[in-house]
């Protein structure tokens, strides 16, 4: 396994490889948008050498992509989707 570790960043260890949040686009809307709600894009190669991008938040299911546009495309639809008020 390889970690692709983005500058800026720490990455730790899981059972599908290391991972390290996504620095390389910080300037990325998506990407601060994403970040004021809690979410990390993290970059990892699987033990099949397969380039992953994952979102990451807290304990919650993390989306997995094959790339970043698709990863960041996700997002944004995500973040343009309804948002759940709670109170």
């Known amino acids: 396994m390889t970690a692709i570790l983005e500058p800026h960043s720490t990455g730790s260890s899981g059972s599908t490889g290391s991972r390290a949040p996504d620095s390389a686009g910080d300037a990325d809307p998506v990407l601060a948008e994403a970040r004021t709600l809690g979410f ?9 050498g397969q380039l992953i ?9 993390r989306p997995q992509f094959v790339t ?3 990863a960041l495309q996700w997002m944004q639809e995500f973040l343009a989707g309804p948002r759940l008020r709670v109170g």
């Open 40 to 48: 990390e894009l993290a970059t990892y190669e699987s033990d099949a």
């Open 53 to 61: 991008f994952e979102w990451r938040r807290g304990d919650e299911p």
């Open 68 to 70: 970043r546009r698709v």
